[in-house]
């Protein structure tokens, strides 16, 4: 079963507007949450990532929120651009190596 | 630094037949990370490797094996193929330390016919 639950499936966004991604979780194990971005032909590639004693995280137009109360994370996109559109994966671990992925969003930015 | 290196890119197998995939990890990367992706159940985790030590592995059938090498390069064995392994499948190097970024290659597509 999907230990790591993500939705949308699939969002579109005009140019410079805010795309939203969430995701959310049972396992309290998990203590390592990243984002990746994958474009197609592409492996992923790590976005940005949170630790569970952290609320918050920033990294130029992208954000991470974290409610440990919630088992919830989500994504922020701001001032989405054409060249973000791509599909973007949540996970979580809890071990070595082992990342548990979100089933993914496909982010389409419009012009 | 190189990224993530898979070989081959591409393969076309039939059925009962069995495959080798390989993965060169970035240059001191010591864990090496596999991962099976199709579009149906996404991006599952096979089994990870560090120091040619298995620490980690999914819940996948023994059909799917791995190996890591003293430098740190992995393959990854499929015996005895079915159509359901066709998908994309993606190594990711790290240093090999908890909660440690991995990097993955661009992956190996694999057609099962």
């Known amino acids: 079963q999907q230990q790591v639950k993500q939705s949308p499936q699939s969002l579109i966004v005009q140019k410079g507007g805010i795309s939203i991604i969430n995701c959310a979780y049972e396992n309290t194990a998990f203590d390592y949450f990243p984002w990746y971005q994958q474009f197609p032909g592409k492996g992923p590639a790590l976005l940005i990532a949170?630790?569970?004693?952290?609320s918050e995280k920033k990294e130029g137009r992208f954000t991470i929120s974290f409610n440990k109360s919630a088992k919830q994370f989500s994504l922020h996109i701001m001032d989405s651009q054409p060249g973000d559109s791509a599909t973007y994966f949540c996970a979580a671990s809890t071990a070595w190596g082992k990342l548990q992925f979100g089933a993914g969003t496909q982010v389409v930015v419009t012009p | 630094k190189a990224g993530v290196t898979q070989t081959p890119r591409y393969l076309i197998k039939t059925r009962g037949q069995q495959v080798t995939l390989s993965c060169s990890p970035i240059?001191?990367?010591?864990?090496v990370s596999w991962y099976q992706q199709t579009p149906g159940q996404g991006l599952q985790f096979l089994f990870e490797y560090f120091s040619e030590t298995q620490r980690n592995k999914g819940n996948f059938p023994g059909r799917f094996s791995g190996r890591q090498f003293s430098n740190s390069r992995s393959e990854m064995n499929v015996s005895t193929l079915e159509l359901g392994d066709s998908a994309l499948y993606l190594c990711?190097?790290?240093?090999?330390?908890?909660?440690?970024?991995?990097?993955f290659g661009p992956g190996t597509r694999l057609l099962v016919l």
């Open positions: 949170i630790r569970p004693d952290v």
């Open positions: 240059s001191g990367h010591r864990s």
């Open positions: 990711a190097s790290s240093l090999g330390g908890d909660q440690e970024t991995q990097y």
